[in-house]
C-alpha cells in the first residue's frame, strides 16, 4: 500500500501545474560562473556503472485512482566518456494484444561511440534476432531511458552550447537555496527555454530540469531526488520524467551503481548472436551471422556478409564474404580517416571544482600512444585562488598533484587557470579551477 501512495503522490506532485512560491536573494553568480560551476561538478564523473528499474506510467486527471503502468524495464547501463553500453529488458503491458504473435518482453542491446553505433534487439521467442549498425552516436537517442549521467546532466535533449547566455536568467530561491536559471535554447526568437534549479548544497547539480514555451507553457519536467553521495559524488537514487501534454512519465529508481570505477572492455561490449540479420548502414550493407560474431571494428574478421540488394537466403560462398568483407574495411578505414584526430596528450578533467573541504586535486594525463607523458613547464594565473603546492612530475598512476586553496581575502567567486606544457604536444593544456562564494559551500 505504501509504495501504491508513493507512486500516486509522486505524480500528483510533478502533474499539477508548478506554481513556485520563490522568495528572492541576492544573486551573487552571474550565468557565466554558474555555467562553469556546473560543468566544474559534471567533470567530476567519468564512468557511472548502474542497475536500474525503471516503470512508465500514464496517469488520467479525471481519476484520482493509481496511474496505469504502461511498461517496466530492466536496466543495465554503463556509461563512460568514451563509450556507452546498455541492455534493457522492456515488458509492456497493453490495455489489448495486438496480434496472437505477440511478444510482451523484448531485450535491447547497445553500444555507442563517437564513430558508431550497433543495437541488437532480441525476443524470448523463436523471432530472428535483429541488428543494427550506424555512424556516429544516432542510435543513442533511440534507446529511450535516461542514464544516470544524462538525469543529472543532459538538458532535455539540447547541447550545453545552444544555452544562449545573453537571454539567460539567475534568480535565488531564499528558502531552498537553489539558484533558478532560465536560459532560451539557441538564438529562435520562439525557440524554447530550458529552467534549472540548481542546488549548491550537491555540487551544483540541477536536480530539477523543465522545457518551457516561450508563453511560458511547461512541456517536460525532470526531477532527480533522493541523492546519496557514492565514491565521493552525489548520484540521484530516483528520478522521473513526466510529459503534461500526454499524461505520460515514468519512474526510475536506482539499485545499484559505481562511480568512477573501470569497466572491463568486455563489459562495454557485446557481439551479435548466430542467426542474427544485420542491417549495417555505415557500409550499406546487410548480411547475417554465421556463428562467429563481430563488431562494426572487426569488420571483415568474422560473420556472412551480403549486399544490401541480396536477398537473405543460402550462406554466402567464402570468396563472396571475402570481397564484401574488404570492402566493407576500406569504407570503415575511411571514415576512420575522416574523424578528427584527437589530441596526442589529454588531461582530464580541465574544469576543476574547488571546494572548502578539499584541498588536493589530482589530473589525469593519457598519451595516445600508451606512453607516459613529460610535463615541461607550467603557469598557474589567478587572482583569487592560490596554487600552493604543485608536484613537477607525472606520478606512476600518470597524475599531476596539485593543492589549491582560496586567498583568504576572497569570498566570493573564484576562478584560476592552470596553463601546462607537455614534451611532443605542440599548444599548450588549458585547466580552469572554479569555486562557489563561501555562503554556497556546505
Excluded at 15 to 28: G, L, M, R, S, Y
Excluded at 373 to 397: A, C, R, T
Amino acid at each position: 500500500m505504501n509504495s501504491r501512495l508513493s507512486v500516486r503522490s509522486l505524480f500528483l506532485l510533478t502533474v499539477i501545474t508548478f506554481i513556485p512560491t520563490i522568495v528572492i536573494a541576492e544573486v551573487n553568480l552571474t550565468p557565466e560562473q554558474l555555467v562553469l560551476l556546473m560543468k566544474a561538478s559534471r567533470e567530476q564523473y567519468n564512468i557511472v556503472d548502474a542497475k536500474m528499474k525503471e516503470r512508465f506510467y500514464q496517469y488520467d486527471p479525471n481519476n484520482q485512482s493509481e496511474p496505469k503502468v504502461k511498461m517496466s524495464r530492466e536496466i543495465v547501463s554503463r556509461w563512460t566518456r568514451d563509450k556507452q553500453f546498455s541492455r534493457t529488458v522492456e515488458t509492456s503491458y497493453p490495455d489489448k494484444i495486438p496480434h496472437k504473435d505477440y511478444s510482451p518482453t523484448i531485450v535491447h542491446t547497445y553500444v555507442t561511440t563517437s564513430t558508431w553505433s550497433k543495437l541488437l534487439i532480441e525476443a524470448p521467442d523463436n523471432r530472428i534476432p535483429r541488428g543494427y549498425i550506424k555512424s556516429g552516436v544516432s542510435l543513442e537517442e533511440e534507446k529511450g531511458f535516461y542514464t544516470i549521467y544524462d538525469a543529472m546532466w543532459k538538458l532535455l535533449g539540447f547541447p550545453w552550447e545552444k544555452m544562449n547566455l545573453a537571454e539567460t536568467t539567475v534568480t535565488r530561491d531564499e528558502k531552498t537555496h537553489y539558484y533558478i536559471m532560465k536560459a532560451r535554447m539557441g538564438d529562435h526568437p520562439r525557440g524554447p527555454f530550458v529552467t534549472l534549479y540548481i542546488d549548491p548544497g550537491r555540487d551544483f547539480i540541477p536536480v530539477k530540469k523543465e522545457m518551457v514555451k516561450p508563453d511560458g507553457t511547461i512541456v517536460l519536467r525532470l526531477e532527480c531526488n533522493p541523492f546519496r553521495r557514492v565514491n565521493g559524488l552525489w548520484i540521484a537514487y530516483r528520478y522521473c520524467w513526466f510529459d503534461p501534454r500526454v499524461n505520460y512519465g515514468a519512474v526510475t529508481e536506482v539499485e545499484d551503481v559505481k562511480v568512477n570505477q573501470s569497466i572491463p572492455d568486455n563489459l562495454l561490449e557485446f557481439s551479435f548472436p548466430k542467426g542474427t540479420i544485420v542491417s549495417d548502414e555505415m557500409h550499406g550493407l546487410k548480411y547475417t551471422i554465421e556463428g562467429v560474431d563481430q563488431s562494426p571494428a572487426d569488420k571483415g574478421k568474422a560473420g556472412s556478409e551480403i549486399a544490401a540488394d541480396t536477398k537473405l537466403t543460402a550462406p554466402v560462398k567464402e570468396e563472396q564474404l571475402r570481397t564484401v568483407a574488404s570492402k566493407a574495411e576500406q569504407m570503415l578505414q575511411t571514415l576512420t580517416a575522416e574523424q578528427a584526430v584527437p589530441l596526442a596528450i589529454q588531461i582530464w578533467p580541465t574544469i576543476v571544482l574547488v571546494t572548502n573541504d578539499k584541498y588536493e586535486y589530482k589530473l589525469s594525463a593519457t598519451k595516445s600512444d600508451g606512453t607516459k607523458p613529460v610535463l615541461l613547464n607550467y603557469e598557474f594565473e589567478s587572482g583569487s585562488l592560490d596554487l600552493s603546492s604543485f608536484k613537477n612530475l607525472i606520478n606512476d598512476q600518470n597524475q599531476l598533484v596539485l593543492r589549491i586553496n582560496r586567498k583568504q581575502s576572497h569570498t566570493r567567486f573564484a576562478s584560476g587557470t592552470l596553463l601546462l606544457q607537455l614534451k611532443g604536444h605542440d599548444e599548450v593544456i588549458k585547466v580552469t579551477f572554479v569555486s562557489p562564494p563561501l555562503q554556497d559551500t556546505p
